[in-house]
């Protein structure tokens, strides 16, 4: 009991220094002349770049290669000049194909480009979110041709960086780009580029299968058992479960009470993956987006791998705030998890027998239907 007051207490503690540095912040943007948030982006476009590309040798004939794909880099991106080829992805307990396409390009002028070079010249010069749609997109493309030959099983799996999930836009963009191909949403898995947040992946060892693990978190019936870091959570259209273009609403609890986020999934692949990204903003944040992927690790054993991103304003104080914000959300994030884990740890039986009784139910509507 008393731990539990003493980490109340912390907790309360990090947010009050959080408020007292948004106060801070406010005061000193309207007293300093601190330079554009244009030059900020950019040093943190190429402290990604440095991750992304630190296999990489550098040296002079990579700067020229650098400049000179610069230099034709709205030309290059054009969408038939991105060629993708396509590995395959096995789930060994899954029907279906899933498919990953990888980048390659050949430019008559320059000739063989490597992609990841060319990846890093598109951080550099703030082309990253465009670069992410065009490859949407071709991949799209591809998978409706497949589907046109009859192909049904296929569905694609894209990584996209942080910067194109947490844009207001990306969602209902994306929805349109499925709508126009009358390509289902289950077709189509997105995940966070990896290499670009690495120091922002949470693995946690769960005692459940998968799709048990998937489904204690994303039902709201279950979630609301465990959950210690929102007091309410649910879909605003009145599902029981989000999917791909659903916007939730989550109020927060304890000593985050007062904030709420407002989410929409770009990617809900059960029982493998989902990822959100924030709507509008919501203090401290002003970008967030997360990720949630599941392995099995054998009987009734399974790994949640939770990727994150976000951004913390206001700007003039970032780098202030942000350390401080990623260790109150880090700390709730651990208690969070380990609390689902005891809750499966007693209730993953229940939970799978409420997911043959769901299964039931749907296919006996299902053989309803005229």
């Not at 330079?35 to 992304?52: E, I, K, P, T, V």
């Not at 799709?211 to 599902?239: I, K, M, N």
Request: aromatic share 6%; charged share 20%; net charge positive.
């Amino acid at each position: 009991m008393h731990q539990g007051n003493h980490d109340a207490a912390s907790d309360g503690a990090a947010l009050l220094v959080v408020l007292l540095v948004f106060a801070l912040a406010v005061a000193m943007e309207h007293l300093s002349n601190l330079r554009s948030d244009a030059g900020r982006q950019q040093l943190l476009r190429r402290g990604f770049s440095m991750m992304r590309t630190s296999a990489l040798a550098h040296n002079a004939h990579s700067d020229i290669q650098q400049s000179l794909i610069a230099d034709h880099l709205d030309r290059l991106l054009h969408p038939d000049n991105l060629a993708l080829h396509f590995q395959p992805i096995i789930h060994t307990q899954r029907n279906g194909v899933q498919l990953e396409p990888l980048l390659r390009l050949t430019d008559p002028t320059l000739g063989r480009i490597n992609p990841e070079t060319f990846l890093l010249v598109c951080e550099l010069q703030g082309k990253t979110a465009e670069l992410d749609r065009v490859i949407v997109c071709n991949a799209l493309d591809h998978l409706c041709n497949w589907r046109a030959q009859g192909l049904d099983a296929v569905a694609i799996s894209v990584n996209v960086a942080p910067v194109t999930l947490m844009h207001e836009s990306f969602a209902p963009w994306l929805g349109l780009q499925l709508a126009q191909r009358g390509l289902p949403p289950r077709t189509l898995k997105l995940e966070m580029t990896e290499h670009a947040v690495i120091d922002r992946k949470l693995t946690f060892p769960m005692p459940a299968r998968a799709d048990v693990v998937f489904d204690a978190f994303h039902y709201h019936e279950w979630r609301c058992q465990w959950d210690s870091l929102v007091r309410r959570t649910s879909v605003e259209s009145g599902a029981p479960c989000p999917s791909v273009g659903a916007t939730t609403e989550n109020l927060g609890a304890g000593a985050l009470r007062a904030l709420s986020m407002r989410t929409q999934f770009v990617s809900y692949d059960r029982p493998v993956v989902a990822a959100a990204a924030m709507v509008g903003q919501s203090f401290p944040f002003t970008q967030w987006a997360a990720s949630m992927r599941h392995q099995e690790q054998g009987p009734h054993q399974s790994l949640l791998i939770y990727t994150y991103t976000f951004q913390v304003g206001p700007t003039a104080l970032r780098t202030v705030m942000e350390p401080v914000v990623d260790w109150v959300f880090v700390r709730k994030t651990r208690q969070r998890f380990r609390r689902l884990a005891r809750c499966l740890a007693v209730r993953a039986a229940d939970i799978a027998d409420w997911q043959q009784t769901q299964g039931a139910t749907q296919a006996a509507a299902q053989k309803a239907r005229p």
